[in-house]
């Protein structure tokens, strides 16, 4: 049962410059299985841990970014409530999606970052699946980095708190974590969560719109991370940060690129959440602490370079 109606993370389409590079990065690299294409422009992919249909979308486009970012919910009520609010109360555009491969109607609202937020709660199975029957920890061994599954991602955009706003009040999810501005009147960044993660999404306030600071894929452990950060090693990918731990989620981290600059992250470990948890708070002039924390410091590409 979720706890707000949101259960997580679900669905990603990515804009990527190259098909053939991008499929060595996410499926050789990262670990994840190709489940099919759609028409000649994208390709659908998942993680070995996950259930549903498939989790990632590549669209060969002429610039990197972000197209969607969507999470499953627990029934139709749910998207239909947020839907409705969205659009008669916050004057948010609402659209519908049919047709995507392995899912039902995904529901979309624009929010005032810049970006399409979807919501959908009917999702095939995925023909490769974990184990259900006498289980054993995975079918086919895990290969890449075994990322498990989808975790989250940081958004960038104007309009922060609105959106925020939008999130708690309208999607139910809740604040674990911010960062306050300087002057104490407002977040530079936030942290929500719809179940018991530390966070599904958090949104940075920055003047551009749409833009994506990091996708983030799960690992389970230091070790493992240690193991991608070997692999990124061998392979010569760009490494932006880590490995390293956060103050912010308390998570284990590297930060690294994909070959069209789309900012990827592995992350594991991390508190577990609950709504009657107090607020986390942290200063501006913590930052350094929050995101980095045995350094401190932040370098400049972290800051500079979206998509």
């Known amino acids: 049962m979720a706890l707000t109606g949101i259960l997580r993370t679900g669905l990603v389409q990515l804009r990527v410059l190259d098909f053939e590079e991008s499929l060595v990065h996410y499926r050789d690299r990262l670990g994840l299985s190709v489940v099919g294409k759609i028409g000649e422009d994208r390709i659908m992919l998942k993680s070995f841990d996950e259930f549903d249909h498939h989790s990632l979308v590549l669209r060969r486009a002429d610039s990197p970014g972000l197209d969607f970012f969507c999470f499953k919910s627990l029934d139709?009520?749910?998207?239909?409530?947020?839907?409705?609010?969205?659009?008669?109360?916050?004057?948010?555009?609402?659209?519908?999606?049919?047709?995507?491969?392995g899912f039902g109607e995904i529901t979309f609202v624009t929010v005032p970052t810049g970006h399409k937020i979807g919501f959908y709660w009917e999702v095939e199975l995925a023909a490769v699946h974990p184990m259900l029957v006498n289980p054993h920890p995975w079918d086919k061994e895990p290969?890449?980095?075994?990322?498990?599954?989808?975790d989250h991602a940081l958004l960038c955009g104007p309009n922060q708190g609105e959106t925020v706003r939008w999130f708690t009040d309208c999607v139910g999810m809740s604040i674990t974590e911010y960062?306050?501005?300087?002057?104490?009147?407002?977040?530079?960044?936030?942290?929500?969560?719809?179940?018991?993660?530390?966070?599904?999404?958090?949104?940075?306030s920055y003047p551009e719109p749409g833009k994506i600071h990091h996708l983030s894929f799960q690992l389970q452990s230091w070790d493992e991370i240690g193991r991608a950060a070997?692999?990124?090693?061998?392979?010569?990918?760009?490494?932006?940060?880590?490995?390293?731990?956060?103050?912010i989620t308390r998570g284990q981290t590297i930060y690294f690129f994909d070959p069209s600059g789309n900012r990827n992250e592995t992350y594991a470990g991390g508190y577990e959440y609950?709504?009657?948890?107090?607020?986390?708070?942290?200063?501006?002039?913590?930052?350094?602490?929050?995101?980095?924390?045995?350094s401190k410091e932040l370098n400049e590409r972290f800051l500079s370079v979206l998509t």
């Not at 290969?143 to 989808?150: E, F, I, K, R, W």
């Not at 960044?189 to 018991?196: F, V």
């Open 274 to 294: 609950f709504p009657d948890h107090p607020t986390r708070q942290w200063s501006a002039d913590h930052v350094g602490e929050g995101i980095f924390y045995y």
């Open 143 to 150: 290969h890449g980095m075994g990322v498990a599954c989808l």
């Open 230 to 247: 070997d692999i990124m090693g061998r392979y010569n990918i760009s490494v932006d940060a880590g490995p390293m731990r956060h103050g």
């Open 76 to 101: 139709k009520q749910t998207i239909d409530n947020i839907a409705k609010k969205s659009k008669e109360e916050y004057g948010y555009p609402v659209d519908v999606m049919t047709g995507h491969p």
């Open 179 to 204: 960062i306050s501005t300087p002057e104490g009147d407002g977040h530079i960044c936030t942290w929500l969560s719809g179940n018991t993660r530390g966070h599904d999404v958090a949104i940075l």
